[in-house]
């Protein structure tokens, strides 16, 4: 049997998510990782879709971060992440995946693509031969990503609405004193709000992959203010807590 492949982009935090569920099930897999517009190839090649994080196993590709969760659930030997007496985990993990994740990566992405060039030595993981064509592109890769991920005036200010909005909501969930977000012990829920925060928040447990030392200026504002709130300390101790990286393949 083939150890299963994850085609990421390594910095990602939908690639994260699934790398973390992986590795806290003792999953043994091998990580390719690629720059944004070269791992949809890898993926169709895979899978038949053009999105990251897909795993690719001898019984078929998976290639959607939830869907990885659950497969690491029937495949792993941790815990679950959604134990069938809370039902709600399934509902809170899917509002975080659909409405929390695509606007901390927007609100990212707007402080970083006006300095991807000077940004890209940083990047790790990924083929050499994509950090040489990302670097000579760098403007033509970011105005793509822009109007891929919707990155403009109206875009930036309708997920700052919407982080804040999960935010309060969380720290609301948090004020009755709770260790987690459904029950006592850690799920999905968990693992999929702090593992999507990661953008917002930078743990350091993502220095290998998520190197934010010196952020620019507006996003580290972003990052203080998201930090100071009591769902982003949440994010931060999910990862302190419950991150253990196990030793995976990276190509």
């Known amino acids: 049997m083939a150890m299963p492949r994850l085609i990421t982009i390594p910095f990602s935090h939908y690639c994260d998510k699934a790398r973390w569920a992986l590795d806290r099930a003792g999953v043994a897999y091998v990580e390719e990782g690629h720059l944004p517009m070269f791992a ?3 993926a169709l090649r895979a899978g038949r879709h053009r999105t990251v994080p897909t795993l690719a196993t001898d019984a078929g590709a998976v ?3 939830t869907e990885i969760l659950r497969w690491c659930d029937r495949h792993g ?5 959604f134990p069938p007496e809370l039902p709600e985990v399934a509902e809170l993990e899917e509002r975080f995946d659909r409405r929390w994740g695509p606007h901390t990566r927007r609100l990212a992405y707007h402080h970083l693509l006006p300095v991807l060039r000077a940004r890209i030595g940083g990047f790790r993981g990924v083929p050499p031969r994509e950090l040489a ?3 000579a592109l760098a403007p033509a890769v970011a105005a793509m990503m822009r109007r891929g991920l919707g990155i403009d005036e109206a875009g930036v200010a309708r997920s700052t609405e ?3 909005e999960i935010l309060a909501d969380v720290d609301a969930r948090l004020a009755d004193g709770r260790r ?3 029950g006592d012990r850690f799920t999905a829920a968990d693992l999929t709000f702090a593992a999507l925060a990661a953008p917002l928040v930078h743990p ?3 220095d290998e992959v998520m190197p934010m030392a010196d952020p620019p200026p507006g996003l580290a504002t972003l990052r203080d203010r998201v930090r100071a709130t009591a769902a982003g300390a949440f994010a931060l101790r999910m990862y302190a807590q419950h991150r253990a990286w196990r030793g995976s393949h990276r190509s």
């Open 40 to 42: 949809w190839l890898p």
């Open 63 to 65: 290639p959607d971060s």
């Open 77 to 81: 030997d941790a815990p679950p992440l």
């Open 133 to 135: 064509i990302t670097r």
């Open 162 to 164: 919407r982080v804040a």
């Open 180 to 182: 987690y977000l459904c």
């Open 204 to 206: 350091p447990e993502l």
